[in-house]
């Protein structure tokens, strides 16, 4: 998808281009009529731009990128207009959001990575920032299910931890951007040691996705300039759905472990008193 792979882009993209990127992801339906000539004094690019722009998205010219753009927002819902109040553009974002997660997310690479989850030996997941809220709450999740998972945000602890990790070892990372240099230094280091990697990520092609053994792409949430204000609900909702996938594959076996958690959980619950 052209939007979809716009945004996973965007933050590493020249200024010039991100210009141009801006424009397609909020007015795809004004590209389409445009020629590249007048798209470039219209955003007061160079052709030059555009086309560079077009290739990083693999397509041989303009023309086709218009076609191709053309087919994919013919009848499909764009971003939501800025006319609308917060609440209604929101709604409108979660609900893209999920669908579109059924674009970026591969079904074998979720059977894979769930796989991975249950033969080793323990998970850890490394996140920072809005990215670590993620990431503890995967390995919340694994907990749950009796499997050992641990979560670190602090750079420094996540390289002392990756680099006494072994083959048995699988490493999430989460990162919105997938260009966070802590998170992917730390993934290399547990890559090199031996460990299988996975990357939880919107940035296509992005240097933590380049150095994971499988990348769960999720979708981004919304469109912001600002990187640091897009939210992290397409991680939220990546790790959920892996996390139900992991729990159907296993829960034969660990259906015990789960009533008696539920038993040692009740008393933490107020319960209704009979008057």
């Not at 992801?25 to 009529?33: F, L, M, Q, S, W």
């Not at 503890?136 to 641990?150: D, H, N």
Request: charge should be neutral; include cysteine; charged fraction near 25%.
């Amino acid at each position: 998808m052209i939007l979809n792979h716009l945004l996973g882009i965007y933050d590493r993209l020249s200024e010039a281009e991100k210009k141009v990127a801006s424009y397609i992801i909020e007015r795809p339906d004004d590209v389409i009529h445009y020629s590249i000539t007048e798209f470039a004094r219209i955003i007061g690019v160079s052709e030059t731009t555009i086309y560079r722009l077009i290739r990083k998205m693999k397509f041989d010219g303009y023309q086709s990128f218009k076609i191709e753009l053309t087919k994919q927002i013919s009848g499909a819902k764009t971003f939501p207009s800025t006319a609308k109040d917060a609440f209604d553009e929101y709604i409108d974002q979660i609900r893209s959001l999920i669908e579109r997660l059924a674009t970026t997310l591969k079904k074998e690479d979720l059977q894979k990575v769930a796989e991975w989850v249950v033969e080793s030996q323990k998970t850890i997941f490394f996140g920072v920032g809005l990215s670590a809220v993620a990431a503890e709450y995967g390995s919340l999740l694994l907990s749950l299910l009796g499997l050992p998972s641990f979560y670190y945000n602090d750079p420094h602890a996540q390289v002392i931890v990756a680099t006494g990790l072994c083959e048995k070892d699988l490493v999430i990372s989460v990162s919105h951007s997938g260009n966070i240099r802590d998170t992917v230094k730390s993934t290399q280091v547990a890559k090199d040691v031996g460990a299988k990697t996975v990357a939880i990520t919107a940035g296509v092609n992005s240097p933590l996705s380049s150095v994971a053994n499988v990348v769960l792409y999720s979708p981004v949430a919304r469109f912001e300039k600002l990187e640091f204000l897009r939210g992290n609900l397409g991680e939220l909702a990546v790790i959920e759905i892996l996390f139900r996938v992991i729990l159907k594959k296993i829960y034969v076996e660990k259906e015990e472990h789960l009533e008696g958690l539920s038993q040692v959980l009740k008393p933490k619950r107020y319960e209704d008193e009979q008057r």
